[in-house]
């Protein structure tokens, strides 16, 4: 394909969402303060909001500030619960038992902390009616969908398979973003169960979901500097989402030590476990991670009861800016990632995407 049409793709999609580059702040639950969010849309790209753990209020307060800071666009994003989980006490007491040599003693009930009312926030969503709004963990259920597209807002469906891709077009969605397995966070498979086993990277995957549907496809895990942009684009993609390689900006108030580590994390070093929520995710490879997943430490609770369980070590790390207690997510790319500010890091890709592509 010309890199004219390369362009002419991505140029089409910035248009349709009122972009003046195709480069997009990942939603990141727990990491796209709205001064983040602000920084990325006034450079031109999308700002983002991972709002999982965030009550409508917070919502609303976040949509308020975005707002006030710039008339960029910007999409608020919600995981898709699953069922509540079966529960196991002694598993969950050999859980408790293990972190308690990594921070502080883990209540009994520390594991029944539950996330924010998902149909709640959902309303907040459509009441802040932001232009985009995204699914991760699964799809939205037919009845918000219709009354998203009734407010005119787009859904775009995070996906990490081809099938998945297929059953989100099929249910509606505007746009895939297809996240390869070289991703920080979360994988955000809809069936957890299959979520090791199905781990494919971008470069397979981009040209196999853009063949597979009709819609755009953004591309999303381990793009970190222009060299990833532009090949993203050129495998298909109508736009570049940067999670990771937003991280290191002063803008994301990231603890310090996990901010340096980042830095100087090569993509071995990195691992997809379960040991922080049950949920795989890909994380620095950090002694917590290395230990937790070593053969005969006990096996993590399923989502969201290890996330409870592990709450605990998680804030007395991050207070003590201990990495190796701090859930330190990171993409393959982390070492791309540069310590500037977030308007800076997007001008930066756009340019050195640009010279790649002309
Ligand atoms: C700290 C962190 C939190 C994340 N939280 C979410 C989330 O709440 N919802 C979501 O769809 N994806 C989440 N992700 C995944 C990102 O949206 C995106 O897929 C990923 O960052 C892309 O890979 P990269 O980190 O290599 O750029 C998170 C990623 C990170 C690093």
């Known amino acids: 394909m010309a890199v004219a049409e390369v362009m002419a793709r991505a140029q089409a999609f910035c248009a349709r ?9 990942a939603p990141m639950a727990g990491a796209c303060p709205a001064p983040l969010a602000i920084a990325v849309a006034n450079a031109g790209g999308l700002g983002s909001c991972g709002a999982l753990l965030m009550s409508p209020e ?33 598993r969950e007491d050999a859980v408790r038992a293990f972190l308690a040599t990594w921070g502080p003693a883990v209540p009994q009930d520390a594991g029944d902390a539950a996330p924010p009312d998902f149909a709640a926030q959902c309303e907040a969503f459509l ?16 009845e918000f969908v219709a009354r998203l597209k009734a407010r005119g807002i787009a859904w775009w469906a995070n996906i990490s398979t081809v099938a998945e891709a297929v059953a989100a077009e099929a249910a509606g969605a505007d746009v895939v973003v297809a996240q390869g397995m070289e991703a920080g966070g979360h994988r955000g498979c809809f069936d957890a169960s ?52 937003f991280l290191r900006a002063p803008e994301a108030k990231l603890a310090p030590a996990w901010a340096d580590a980042l830095g100087r994390t090569r993509p071995e070093d990195t691992r997809v476990s ?16 290395r230990a937790a997943t070593a053969p005969g430490a006990p096996p993590p609770a399923p989502y969201p009861v290890q996330r409870g369980l592990t709450a605990g070590m998680r804030a007395q790390g991050t207070k003590a800016d201990d990495i190796s207690r701090i859930q330190a997510w990171s993409g393959q790319s982390a070492a ?4 500037e500010p977030a308007g800076e890091i997007v001008a930066r890709l756009w340019r050195e995407a640009q010279t790649l592509l002309t």
């Open 17 to 25: 969402f009122g972009l003046r580059l195709p480069i997009l702040l």
């Open 58 to 90: 917070q919502i609303r307060a976040w949509v308020n500030e975005v707002r006030a800071g710039t008339s960029g666009p910007f999409q608020l994003n919600l995981w898709v619960p699953d069922p509540p989980p079966e529960r196991d006490r002694a």
């Open 127 to 142: 009441e802040t009616a932001p232009p985009v709004v995204s699914s991760v963990m699964g799809l939205y259920p037919p």
């Open 194 to 245: 299959r979520a090791e086993a199905e781990m494919v990277g971008l470069f397979a995957l981009m040209p196999a979901v853009v063949d597979a549907v009709r819609i755009p496809v953004v591309a999303t895990g381990g793009i970190a500097d222009g060299r990833g942009v532009a090949a993203a684009l050129m495998l298909g993609a109508s736009a570049a989402q940067v999670g990771t390689g």
């Open 274 to 289: 379960r040991v922080f929520s049950g949920r795989p995710g890909r994380s620095i490879a950090t002694d917590y991670v």
């Open 336 to 339: 791309l990632a540069r310590a």
